[in-house]
């Protein structure tokens, strides 16, 4: 038995914390960061998180198809079942953030309410590329 199996439970349980560790960092947000850094104004702000938001995106429908990939019959109906749900989960969730950003006034809301939703999806794709690394380790000899 390999003593890093009773580390990963916990890492699955934290991929952002993971990923936020400062030589951990994630490339989509050392690319934020470095867009971030050039054009720091309101505007700014909220092109690098649409355009992270969209690398993040894309990561969580990498990992999606990967981790389908990995799965027999039964986890595969079980991941489609867990991807549905939480999609729903992400629109809902989405709506409660413009209720809440629309009752608030001043331009620091905007990027903060483009972020927040960044972040759910960004979470998501961690957390499926953590299942995918999980196996690829296990099946490693």
Not at 19 to 47: L, W
Not at 124 to 138: F, N
Request: hydrophobic share 40%.
């Amino acid at each position: 038995m390999k003593p890093w199996k009773y580390v990963l439970p916990m890492i699955l349980l934290l991929p952002v914390i993971a990923y936020g560790q400062e030589t951990n960092v994630h490339p989509i947000d050392k690319s934020f960061d470095a867009c971030t850094d050039k054009d720091p104004s309101t505007a700014g702000m909220v092109r690098c998180t649409d355009i992270a938001y969209k690398k993040w995106d894309a990561e969580l429908n990498k990992n999606y198809l990967a981790l389908m990939r990995k799965l027999a019959p039964e986890g595969k109906a079980t991941l489609k079942t867990a991807q549905i749900a939480w999609v729903r989960y992400r629109d809902t969730e989405f709506k409660l953030i413009d209720t809440v950003y629309d009752l608030l006034q001043g331009t620091m809301y905007i990027p903060m309410r483009a972020a927040r939703r960044m972040e759910i999806i960004k979470e998501r794709a961690l957390s499926l590329g953590t299942y995918v690394d999980l196996i690829k380790e296990e099946s490693e000899p």
